[in-house]
């Protein structure tokens, strides 16, 4: 079951990746600063002037993202919200500087 799931994660990393080969990447928008890390664990639209390519973007990384965190609850006993909670934790320690994340408050804030 174990390699089902490895095989079916990497085919939808894959078709993602096939998906916006000719778009804007994530590294690229984060860069921008069109998007960073939201404080639920997904990636969220730091100002409104994000275009309909970076709008699809952050809907299939979160799409991803969400399918991720539903398998890593189920194999720990986790809920979602929490993996999702330690994941925010990670990315913002690995958010480059200059790129973009929420605070406690819920405000973007520039690393």
């Known amino acids: 079951m174990k390699k089902i799931n490895s095989l079916i994660t ?7 990746l096939v998906s916006v ?6 590294q690229e928008a984060k860069s921008e600063g069109f ?3 939201q404080r639920d664990g997904y990636v969220g639209i730091v100002n409104n ?5 970076i709008r699809t973007l952050l809907n299939d990384v979160n799409s991803q993202r969400r399918q991720r965190y539903q398998q890593i609850a189920q194999q ?3 809920s979602v919200d929490q993996v999702a909670a ?10 480059q500087a200059g790129h973009f994340f929420q605070n406690a408050s819920g405000s973007w804030v520039r690393k």
């Open 86 to 95: 330690v994941a925010y934790e990670r990315a913002v320690e690995a958010t």
């Open 49 to 53: 002037s994000a275009s309909a390519e």
């Open 76 to 78: 720990n006993g986790l």
């Open 35 to 37: 998007v960073g890390e």
């Open 10 to 16: 990497i085919f939808v990393f894959t078709m993602t």
């Open 21 to 26: 080969a000719h778009a804007i990447t994530l």
